[in-house]
């Protein structure tokens, strides 16, 4: 039996398992069956035959493909978790990927929108037709509530119907966290739940619709947020993201509360954090990280 087929014998496990946020594990499974061609390619038997030496060459061999550092941090991501667990198993005895094979160049974050253009592109935003309303209503929930693309995009009309002040929503790798709906948002969201059975399919539970009635896709809220940024003359590219960063960033300026901005945007860490959030408090961020008892939880950041 080819041994490197118990890469895919663990994918398929930790979907059974629900381990994985869904983009993650679709990332995991690209990158692990590039690895397992990779493998079998070179003629090694079995991946827990290998060492820190062949991963540098699997990495080096990427990355001469034209893999980008980032895209590589996300490829070395999926290996150690693959190895962590057969470790774990007692398979091996320790993990070969290397802690530090790539160095990261900095980050290009997302710039923050400032108050005043921000808040005047919401409430110029037209709320009359129900494609427009369904707009408005995604914009204030992506401001109000900080939330990521996909979370939003998840959404079923179910969780929000009574308008809460505050729910729980599940986000990157599973973890959950309280948000809180704002006046303006909650607002905007009424007035698109009183229009939005003239585009929804009669069944479907998806909160937000596009006008053929199933669920709004990601790349299709992108263009609508792409789209009003333009037509009422924004001067910036908006993006889902952009928002979360503002929500963020506004709420850090106006409340200093590290902590409490980091709870609401689902952190693991302090230090992903304030680096979101572009503070220089990263000498602060990283002792209390790695002082504190309970600093630390489980799961990765984004």
Not at 48 to 72: K, N, P, V
Not at 141 to 150: D, I, K, Q, T, V
Request: glycine share 8%; aromatic share 6%.
């Amino acid at each position: 039996m080819d041994d490197w087929a118990r890469v895919e014998h663990w994918l398929r496990r930790v979907a059974d398992e629900g381990r994985l946020a869904a983009l993650t594990q679709q990332t995991y499974a690209r990158e692990l069956r590039a690895f397992a061609d990779w493998g079998r390619a070179q003629g090694l038997p079995s991946p827990l035959t290998l060492g820190a030496r062949e991963i540098r060459a699997y990495a080096a061999r990427r990355r001469g493909q034209g893999l980008g550092a980032r895209s590589l941090q996300k490829s070395l991501s999926a290996l150690r978790s693959y190895y962590r667990d057969e470790q774990a198993a007692g398979h091996i005895s320790a993990c070969p990927v290397p802690a530090r094979l790539v160095r990261r160049r900095a980050e290009h974050l997302p710039k923050a929108l400032d108050l005043e253009p921000l808040n005047a592109l919401l409430d110029a935003m037209p709320r009359a037709a129900p494609m427009d309303a369904r707009d408005h209503a995604m914009l204030e929930l992506f401001y109000s509530c900080g939330l990521r693309l996909a979370e939003l995009a998840a959404l079923n009309q179910a969780d929000v119907a009574a308008l809460p002040e505050r729910w729980i929503v599940r986000g990157k790798g599973g973890r959950e966290r309280m948000v809180f709906l704002g006046g303006r948002a909650r607002a905007a969201l009424s007035g698109w739940l009183r229009q939005r059975n003239a585009l929804a399919t009669p069944g479907e539970p998806a909160l937000f619709v596009s006008r053929r009635g199933g669920r709004l896709s990601h790349r299709a809220i992108q263009l609508r947020l792409a789209h009003w940024a333009q037509a009422l003359g924004l001067g910036a590219h908006l993006h889902p993201h952009m928002l979360r960063h503002s929500f963020a960033s506004h709420l850090l300026q106006s409340s200093g509360d590290l902590r409490g901005v980091q709870e609401l945007l689902g952190h693991k860490n302090l230090t992903t954090t304030q680096v979101y959030t572009r503070l220089d408090w990263q000498h602060l961020a990283q002792a209390y990280d790695a002082a504190h008892p309970r600093a630390r939880r489980e799961g990765g950041d984004d």
